[in-house]
Nanobody
Framework: QVQIVESGGGLVQPGGSLRVSCTASGSSFIFRRFHAGWYRQAPGQERELLAWITSTENANYANSAQGRSTITRDNGKKTVDLQMNSLKPEDTAVYYC?????????WGQGTQVTVSS
């Protein structure tokens, strides 16, 4: 069984920065073979893709994250991090991690990020 756990959310002031982390585990889960993505979902809105990183560590960003976010992975620690800068109130959402490859896709429960003064 695969477990995906997000952490690092919290309250941050506008203009501030935050790093959210995703840890994956499972006896048969080979982390390095999976791609990873960070999404977010605000109340009443659809889940939105922010950034993804391939198994070969090629990072990609959606327009809303481009220029102020960095996604990284550590295959040894089985973690995927998303660093976000210049946060705005509209960045408030639950942030989710997704590990995927071929027909397999695993999601975590999410971590709340609130941007407010």
């Amino acid at each position: 069984q695969v477990q995906i756990v997000e952490s690092g959310g919290g309250l941050v002031q506008p203009g501030g920065s935050l790093r959210v982390s995703c840890t994956a585990s499972g006896s048969s889960f080979i982390f390095r073979r999976f791609h990873a993505g960070w999404y977010r979902q605000a109340p009443g809105q659809e889940r939105e893709l922010l950034a993804w990183i391939t198994s070969t560590e090629n990072a990609n960003y959606a327009n809303s994250a481009q220029g102020r976010s960095t996604i990284t992975r550590d295959n040894g620690k089985k973690t995927v991090d998303l660093q976000m800068n210049s946060l705005k109130p509209e960045d408030t959402a639950v942030y989710y991690c997704n590990m995927f490859r071929s027909k397999e896709s695993y999601w975590g429960q999410g971590t709340q990020v609130t941007v407010s003064s």
